[in-house]
């Protein structure tokens, strides 16, 4: 399941519970842990969407 919620940040849900961050400066964050349930209340929140892409970004 891939999101984009910025045009240079794409949020991948893997079925190993782990999140992709992907920027644009071709930087990957992998968060582990996450349920799809929760992969699903990130990608309609726009202020968790934003806190992830500021940590993607400054890893």
């Known amino acids: 399941m891939d999101i984009n919620f910025?045009?240079?940040?794409?949020i991948t849900w893997k079925p190993d519970?782990?999140?992709?961050?992907?920027?644009s400066n071709?930087?990957?964050s992998k968060i582990t842990g996450v349920s799809f349930a929760n992969y699903?209340?990130?990608k309609d929140n726009p202020k968790l969407l934003k806190l992830?892409?500021?940590?993607?970004v400054s890893l």
């Open 17 to 23: 519970n782990t999140l992709e961050v992907a920027s």
């Open 26 to 28: 071709g930087h990957v």
């Open 6 to 10: 910025n045009k240079s940040t794409n």
């Open 52 to 56: 992830i892409e500021k940590r993607a």
């Open 40 to 42: 699903l209340l990130v």
